[in-house]
């Protein structure tokens, strides 16, 4: 069955140090979309991307990057975390604007 | 800009009541709406969605919406509530530009026994 598997599931990472959470999805979708979920803010988008080679910044991408260099991985780079990225954060790729997203099962980041 | 709001932080309900979690949205053109859970250490699981047609959207688990559009809202609504609907609720509009999803802060629905 497709899938969209994240890795790792849990991550205690000291401050200043890069980390990389990654995303693999099984559908041949071609949009990707990065979230953390934080208490009181429900979901925020991070980044996004359209299709190979494609990245498009969301609400709340400073200290993040991404790169997708196929279709199945969207991996989320943090260039130098900060206590202010603790957080659960979910990959989700979809089809088309009219399709639901497949959600993955999350990355718990703790920046210590 | 599109945006969702969520004006309950949490519902209580009893078993076997009707539920209701409520959702209001802005959306510039036509909107693609959404209904996700989440239950404890899991990724969000979809519900429903509204896209065109009728009003009254069924979804999984014995959910339906209803899309009112003259008051901009897409409630999530269950005749007969069960203890295992005890989760997290967040309903999303799709952009219709970018495709982005843009959440609410969630709904948190307690079905008390």
């Known amino acids: 069955d497709a899938e969209i598997t994240q890795s790792p599931r849990h991550k205690i990472t000291e401050t200043g140090r890069q980390v990389t959470l990654a995303c693999h999805q099984t559908w041949n979708h071609n949009n990707m979309f990065w979230y953390r979920q934080d208490l009181g803010h429900g979901l925020r988008l991070i980044h996004y991307s359209y299709g190979v080679q494609d990245t498009n910044k969301g609400e709340v991408s400073d200290g993040y990057s991404v790169s997708r260099s196929n279709t199945e991985d969207l991996p989320l780079t943090l260039e130098s975390a900060a206590s202010s990225q603790t957080s659960v954060y979910f990959c989700?790729?979809?089809?088309?604007?009219?399709?639901?997203?497949?959600f993955g099962q999350g990355t718990r980041l703790t920046v210590v | 800009a599109q945006s969702v709001a969520q004006p309950e932080d949490q519902v209580n309900v009893a078993e076997g009541n009707p539920l209701t979690v409520k959702c209001t949205y802005s959306?510039?053109?036509?909107?693609?709406l959404f209904w996700y859970v989440q239950y404890p250490n899991r990724g969000l699981q979809f519900l429903l969605k509204?896209?065109?047609?009728?009003?009254l959207v069924k979804g999984s688990y014995g959910f339906e919406a209803e899309f009112n559009k003259s008051q901009t809202s897409f409630h999530l609504k269950k005749p007969s509530a069960l203890v295992s609907d005890s989760a997290l609720y967040f309903c999303?509009?799709?952009?219709?530009?970018?495709?982005?999803?843009?959440f609410g802060t969630g709904t948190r629905l307690k079905v008390l026994a």
């Open positions: 999303a509009v799709r952009d219709g530009g970018t495709y982005k999803y843009i």
């Open positions: 959306v510039s053109g036509n909107p693609y």
């Open positions: 509204y896209i065109t047609g009728d009003n």
């Open positions: 989700a790729s979809s089809e088309s604007i009219r399709q639901s997203a497949f």
